[in-house]
């Protein structure tokens, strides 16, 4: 999350966003929403990695939610993006969660739906 002050051009206060990342770095494929953040107040941020082809998304994409609800969906061919697995299935099961000072997640290995 950029803080509601930062150098960016143009600025992007509250701006909560994911990416995914080629291994030899650059610029990665990502999506994103802005909203107003207030103190005490939390939210769930969510999001999805697909790399399997569909007739929609031929190249994959990445998706955001928050609480719950879609917020954007990008092409991970927006950065020409392949994901690639480093971390073997067995070392974080389906539904673990991952614990740490500042935030807590949980990795699935199916887009859940409604």
């Not at 051009?9 to 995914?20: D, K, Q």
Request: include cysteine.
């Amino acid at each position: 999350m950029y803080s509601y002050s930062n150098k960016e051009h143009p600025p992007r206060p509250n701006r909560v966003s994911a990416y995914v990342f080629n291994l030899a770095g650059g610029e990665g494929s990502g999506s994103y929403f802005q909203d107003d953040v207030h103190v005490g107040e939390w939210i769930m941020a969510t999001f999805v990695v697909e790399d399997r082809a569909t007739t929609s998304w031929p190249d994959g994409y990445i998706a955001i939610y928050e609480d719950g609800a879609l917020r954007g969906m990008v092409s991970l061919e927006q950065f020409h993006v392949v994901p690639v697995r480093l971390v073997h299935p067995s070392v974080l099961q389906r539904g673990t969660c991952i614990r740490t000072s500042r935030e807590q997640s949980a990795r699935w290995r199916y887009t859940m739906r409604p």
